[in-house]
């Protein structure tokens, strides 16, 4: 009986011509036409297709009439044992969702499909009066519901439900219970322990094994609830024991596919091409085994062809408004942990070669757009993208040749459900200029707005760098420096991959003082221009820098007369109040740049080559405790190299305990972070 469910399923989406069937015991003749005629003739190639796989009609045929979201309550007079309900509804209606009630109002069996038919197999200890109830979702029609004998076995369970027939099959690779969509119990408490997933290698839980059959490709939902025992879902395609054809794996889910997971939940949606599929319910947990609830959906899944002939066409510059609700994973990707959330496909022309930029923005998903020249073709994928330049946004950005590409709004969450904006731009391949072109039109910095945004998307190719930018689109951004100061700036957010370069006036290669993601110097006064360049020609898009110009000129006070530390004694001193300021970074502290709180720098002379020991008490702080060989910051750059040990702890004492060469060393009691700062004693020793 495997895969008879399955079968039916096929056969409802290719519905043939007439037949002659038995209705309800009575034999007579229905045509394929529309209306009445069409729903008998769908029920008369379900009824032919079970009866071929050898199950019985019981009972009356029942019928209902369904509206948009309505729902039917019908009847069933049940015996002991398993019976197979089958609700076949007109092609008016889209989603059908039907459950199976017992006397007492508890619903102990349910069937969902997102076509016209609902298929649940139930197993029952009692006779009695059962309520059917059939909701359609989307759509409204006519019905027909029967019930059937024979069929696959449903294991002992939760719901105290029980086999009808004896079967071989023992939950096993060699002998897999079947599987079809509907609602099943079970349990692994006599489960064997021969198979675990790749991600938890010998993990020793009994687990159960089904077996499905593919016959087009579908979508399987595998939803799995335990009481007990934290579950784990994986599937394998084609040989059921090999660890290597394992194609999807949960651990903890959502109760609903969305929303905080738990370890009573196990979930898989995955898009599968026609085969022979095995479904293991495991434990995470060795020697861990119980009884669970098994939800199990199989949907049609349509060609990528035909969805790429049916693509919508982006308009440049006007964002479409798009949901994942009934999409599936037609495409994977290169990026975005292979992109295997549902998606969308859209169609983009480009006139002529042209800068392109695609965004992608969800609040609902973690998004990811990609382009292919060839829509059902993965190997003429061109892009992939899973960041943008800002939250919740992903972007590709690239020049193209002349074509019609079709884009795929994408997602890495695999049950990614929910609303998404997509929005497409060309430009020049040259660019069309924009503000801030060069140094003679540079954007100022101003110190009040230490973000700047901007965008290299239609700017033209002025300035390089020696780690990037040579062909790629740049702005200029200008700052003055009145004194000797500490410049640093880092990219935050961006498009395309960006790269900063500072320069003293914009005079060639030999005006270029940095280049990188992340800039820190020394800088003394002057005018300065800072470019945001693309790393390649082919990088541009919006950007977010952070940037700072703190001056120096406190550090050059304080090393000009710092207090000598002597040999025994014992320093009071503190990192707070009036005057004291921040004027040195230690690597080890925690804020951005380093340091950000205020410190104090002491000076200790080396006659000769000694074994020294420093101990840093802070009264219930977090202090850093930094031994340097020189005091001033002359190049940034070089900092931390001038840097001989640097310590950093939460409300604890520190410690130098080193040797030295003859010479001078400055020592800093500075904060772990900016908040950080109070009373210390500090204590110097020679050990000898």
Not at 42 to 63: K, P, Q, V
Not at 420 to 435: D, K, S, V
Not at 572 to 587: H, I, M, R
Request: aromatic share 6%.
């Amino acid at each position: 009986m495997k895969g008879s469910f399955r079968r039916l399923r096929t056969v409802l989406s290719r519905l043939g011509a007439v037949s002659i069937v038995a209705l309800g015991g009575a034999a007579c003749l229905v045509s394929s036409g529309h209306g009445t005629g069409e729903l008998e003739s769908r029920f008369a190639t379900i009824h032919n297709a079970l009866t071929g796989i050898g199950m019985s009609e019981i009972g009356a045929l029942h019928d209902a009439r369904l509206g948009d979201g309505q729902e039917a309550a019908i009847d069933l007079e049940l015996a002991p044992g398993c019976t197979t309900i089958v609700a076949v509804g007109g092609t008016t209606i889209k989603d059908l969702d039907a459950s199976l009630v017992d006397p007492a109002g508890t619903r102990i069996a349910r069937g969902f499909a997102h076509t016209s038919d609902a298929t649940i197999r139930a197993c029952v200890e009692a006779a009695g009066h059962y309520t059917l109830r059939v909701k359609a979702m989307r759509g409204a029609g006519s019905l027909l519901v029967s019930t059937w004998s024979g069929g696959g076995p449903v294991e002992t369970g939760m719901n105290g439900a029980r086999p009808s027939e004896p079967s071989a099959a023992r939950g096993t690779c060699e002998a897999p219970l079947a599987l079809s969509a509907g609602d099943f119990t079970g349990s692994t408490a006599h489960g064997e322990r021969e198979n675990d997933p790749k991600e938890r290698a010998n993990s020793t839980g009994a687990e159960l094994v089904y077996k499905v059959d593919v016959p087009i490709r579908q979508k399987l939902l595998v939803a799995v609830e335990t009481q007990r025992f934290d579950s784990i879902l994986y599937v394998r395609k084609g040989d059921c024991a090999d660890k290597e054809a394992e194609v999807a794996y949960n651990d903890d889910a959502s109760p609903t596919g969305t929303g905080p997971t738990d370890q009573r939940h196990s979930r898989i949606e995955q898009v599968l091409d026609p085969g022979s599929y095995y479904v293991f319910v495991d434990s995470y947990n060795a020697n861990d085994s119980g009884a669970f609830k098994m939800h199990v959906e199989l949907t049609d899944v349509p060609p990528l062809a035909e969805l790429c002939n049916q693509a919508a066409l982006l308009a440049e510059g006007t964002p479409v408004q798009g949901t994942m609700e009934g999409a599936f994973d037609e495409a994977g990707a290169a990026c975005g942990e292979g992109a295997h959330g549902p998606d969308v496909v859209y169609g983009f022309p480009v006139d002529k070669r042209s800068r392109v930029r695609i965004v992608m923005h969800s609040d609902d998903f973690t998004p990811v757009v990609h382009l292919r020249a060839e829509c059902d073709d993965p190997d003429s994928a061109v892009g992939c993208s899973d960041s943008g330049g800002a939250d919740h946004e992903a972007a590709y950005v690239g020049v193209l040749d002349a074509g019609r590409y079709a884009v795929f709004a994408d997602s890495s969450q695999r049950g990614a459900t929910g609303k998404f904006t997509l929005t497409a731009q060309t430009a020049p391949e040259l660019g069309a200029g924009t503000r801030g072109e060069r140094c003679a039109d540079a954007i100022p910095l101003t110190a009040n707005d230490p973000t700047v945004t901007g965008d290299t998307f239609t700017a033209r190719d002025d300035v390089a760098g020696q780690c990037g930018g040579t062909g790629a689109p740049d702005v200029v951004y200008r700052m003055d420096v009145a004194a000797r100061a500490r410049f640093t700036a880092r990219l935050t957010h961006e498009e395309g991959s960006h790269v900063l370069v500072l320069m003293r006036g914009c005079g060639g290669p030999k005006a270029e003082l940095a280049c990188g993601k992340t800039i820190d110097r020394i800088l003394q006064p002057g005018a300065y221009f800072i470019a945001v360049d693309g790393d390649s020609p082919e990088s541009f898009g919006t950007f977010a820098f952070e940037w700072s110009k703190r001056d120096v000129q406190a550090q050059d006070v304080a090393c000009k007369s710092p207090r000598r530390l002597r040999e025994g004694e014992t320093i009071s001193g503190s990192t707070s109040g009036a005057g004291v300021l921040d004027k040195f970074s230690p690597s080890c502290a925690s804020s951005d740049g380093g340091g950000g709180a205020p410190d104090v720098v002491y000076e200790l002379v080396v006659s000769a080559r000694e074994h020294v020991h420093l101990r840093l008490r802070p009264a219930g702080w977090g202090a850093v405790l930094l031994v340097r060989k020189t005091c001033l910051e002359v190049d940034a750059a070089a900092a931390n190299a001038n840097e001989i040990e640097c310590h950093a702890e939460e409300n604890a004492d520190l410690e130098f305990d080193g040797v030295l060469d003859p010479g001078k060393y400055y020592v800093v009691v500075d904060g772990k972070d900016p908040q950080s700062a109070g009373t210390f004693t500090l204590e110097y020793q020679r050990v000898r």
